[in-house]
């Protein structure tokens, strides 16, 4: 049984970092298409960034620069180091998985419970 349980979320102030993390279960993370996507209050689930099987990834122009997605196969987790952050960051972070080699229109059938980020001014 496929299982993402993500952490290292918080409360941070603006041009703060934070380092997400999404620990997978029930599946090796090397051979599926991840990603991160996030939620804020009343807005719709917005797509941050994904990584391919052969560790290509994509983001958000509005986080492209400041966001790093990242894995570690050993720990079989998922990563995502967020730096110079801005109010507009603040959602509810969420890791996603694909039994996909490549990210490209990727429909998710596997997502955490989410971590909290708050960015205040």
């Not at 993500?6 to 993370?29: D, F, K, M």
Request: charged letters at 15%; glycine letters at 10%.
């Amino acid at each position: 049984q496929v299982q993402l349980v993500e952490s290292g979320g918080g409360s941070v102030q603006v041009g703060g970092s934070l380092r997400l993390s999404c620990a997978a279960y029930g599946y090796t993370i090397s051979n599926y298409c991840m990603a991160w996507f996030r939620q804020a209050p009343g807005k719709e689930r917005e797509g941050v960034a994904t990584i391919d099987t052969f560790g290509t990834t994509t983001y958000a122009d509005s986080v492209r620069g400041r966001f790093t997605i990242s894995r570690d196969y050993a720990k079989n987790t998922l990563y995502l180091q967020m730096n110079s952050l801005k109010p507009e960051d603040t959602a509810m972070y969420y890791c996603a998985a694909a039994p996909r080699t490549y990210c490209y229109k990727v429909v998710f059938p596997y997502s955490g419970q989410g971590t909290q980020v708050t960015v205040s001014s």
